[in-house]
């Protein structure tokens, strides 16, 4: 099992930047594919982006192609999300979560396919 711990929300202005970061517990981390998703009140969860074990896939929504990136620190155990020109449609819960298989080639964007999910990190775009 991995234990995940978003950070980096919080409350910003239309046209605003924020980086989230998603910290990993435990030595295998690195073996997964890791997805960041976003529920809106009153919305379904839904895919944001994806990253490959090593970093070097990643995998974007259309909403966000353009604006948001999403890297990976090996050494940190750490999947970052920058964000940048953000809307307010933007604003939700953002989680992270693990690929339920190890060692997974793909870059899924169902939520069905992510486990150990993180606690969640608000963020809030005024407009």
């Known amino acids: 099992q991995v234990q995940l711990v978003e950070s980096g929300g919080g409350l910003v202005q239309a046209g605003d930047s924020l980086r989230l970061a998603c910290t990993a517990s435990?030595?295998?981390?690195?073996?997964?594919?890791i997805g960041w998703f976003r529920q809106a009140p009153g919305k379904e969860r839904e895919f944001v982006a994806a990253i490959s074990q090593s970093g070097a896939s990643t995998n974007y929504a259309d909403s966000v192609k353009g604006r948001f990136t999403i890297s990976r620190d090996i050494a940190k155990n750490t999947v970052y999300l920058q964000m940048n020109s953000l809307k307010a449609e933007d604003t939700a819960v953002y989680y992270c979560?693990?690929?339920?298989?190890?060692?997974?080639?793909?870059?899924?964007?169902?939520?069905?396919?992510?486990?150990?999910w993180g606690q969640g990190t608000q963020v809030t775009v005024s407009s």
């Open positions: 979560a693990r690929h339920t298989r190890s060692w997974y080639v793909g870059l899924d964007s169902d939520p069905l396919m992510y486990t150990d």
């Open positions: 435990g030595r295998t981390f690195s073996r997964y594919v």
